[in-house]
């Protein structure tokens, strides 16, 4: 499929710290606006990939000024903005939402080096996820909605232990390790985007067993910023008011410690949001249908999309908890963006074919 110069590509910025569950919640994602060929390997692959025809995932490692070697050889980690092409990021993103194609580069995460580039042509909708799309205010102003995983660091422990050590044979120190040469780097470069973002996604221990700091049970929390276009929070039972709700009755299945939800309106540095919070676990998904009858503005095409996603999915981490469910929101709001921004710009000559594809 090519895009004309005069299509209006969607842009969304996806930031977190790697292994923070970037690439799960782009499946999840990329199942929700369709036309998935193959599931997106996202910056745990070499390779862009290219989900569909509608729909294009570039993972922001691909714009790597500085090689393994030579990052180690200077000392900087991935995480510095010395060792990233800005400039190119910019101009490469900027081309793509005004409808021009790019040779983009590629980062080979096995060598540690740039593979030939590959040709990548304006998509309806690009999603740039990685260490840094929230960092530059160039590429900060080209985004249509900006959205931060920010996974709280016991959390993020049990996530790369579960990955690092279970999946590639790594020791327990070295993650620890690793964790810790990055920390500084973390704090002073990626954290600090969380405050650009128009969503966050807060993943935390629960708050619902005595033993604090104990991650097999989540507290999650999605903020929604006011005022954001093409966006409308989230609610559960009444907008704007105060809400905490333990559905724990008859028509939904829980085992200790239980579910809470909360609802309520909230700052985020300096701005207006709302949150809408889930602790704890879903024993059985078909009957999220009772929770999602209760939540409104979910962008939802009929009604129990959401836990029909949810079922789709299940097999997915995080299915059984808040970041599925609020992930899994998180794509209907972005599937009505882009289907507003699409409908929006049909003055500029976009075709009905385009929206169509949009809604897929
Ligand atoms: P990234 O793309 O940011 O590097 P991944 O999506 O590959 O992160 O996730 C890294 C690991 O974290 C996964 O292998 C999985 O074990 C864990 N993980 C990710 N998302 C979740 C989740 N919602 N619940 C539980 N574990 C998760
Ligand atoms: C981060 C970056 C990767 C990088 C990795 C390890 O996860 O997203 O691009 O490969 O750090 O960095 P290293 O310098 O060890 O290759």
């Known amino acids: 499929v090519s895009c004309s110069a005069e299509t209006r590509t969607v842009v969304i910025g996806l930031a977190a710290d790697s292994g923070c569950g970037k690439s799960t919640f782009m499946r999840r994602l990329t199942s929700v606006l369709g036309g998935v060929a193959e599931p997106p390997r996202g910056c745990n692959a070499y390779s862009n990939t290219l989900v569909g025809d509608a729909t294009t995932v570039i993972c922001l490692d691909d714009y790597h000024a500085l090689d393994r070697e030579e990052r180690k050889e200077k000392g900087v980690t991935a995480l510095d903005p010395k060792a990233n092409n800005f400039d190119l990021m910019y101009e490469q993103v900027r081309a793509l939402k005004s409808g021009v194609a790019v040779e983009k580069p590629v ?18 909708i690009l999603f740039i996820e990685g260490l840094h799309p929230l960092f530059d205010p160039r590429i900060r102003s080209l985004l249509d909605l900006s959205i931060y995983l920010d996974i709280s660091n016991e959390v993020k422990f049990a996530w790369k232990i579960q990955r690092d050590m279970a999946e590639r044979g790594e020791s327990l120190e070295s993650i620890k390790a690793s964790i810790k040469a990055r920390k500084s780097d973390f704090d002073m470069y990626i954290d600090p985007q969380k405050q650009y973002a128009d969503v966050i996604i807060e993943v935390l221990p629960t708050r619902l067993i005595p033993d604090k700091g104990a991650t097999e049970v989540l507290r999650v929390r999605l903020v929604m910023k006011e005022g954001v276009k093409h966006f409308t929070p989230v609610y559960l039972f009444d907008e704007g008011s105060t809400i905490s709700w333990t559905p724990c009755g008859g028509k939904l299945s829980c085992s200790y410690p239980g579910i809470r939800f909360f609802y309520g309106p909230d700052t985020y540095f300096c701005d207006e949001a709302s949150v809408l919070e889930m602790d704890g676990k879903f024993d059985r998904l078909d009957e999220l249908i009772y929770v999602e009858s209760h939540l409104s503005n979910l962008s939802t095409k009929y009604y129990g999309e959401v836990t029909q996603q949810m079922l789709k999915h299940a097999d997915f981490p995080g299915s059984n908890d808040g970041t599925g469910l609020l992930q899994t929101i998180i794509g209907l709001k972005i599937r009505q963006l882009c289907e507003q921004i699409i409908a929006g710009d049909s003055s500029h000559g976009l075709k009905r074919k385009q929206l169509r594809r949009c809604l897929r």
């Open 107 to 124: 980062y080979n995460h096995v060598t540690g080096r740039l593979d030939p580039p590959e040709l990548i042509r304006p998509p309806n």
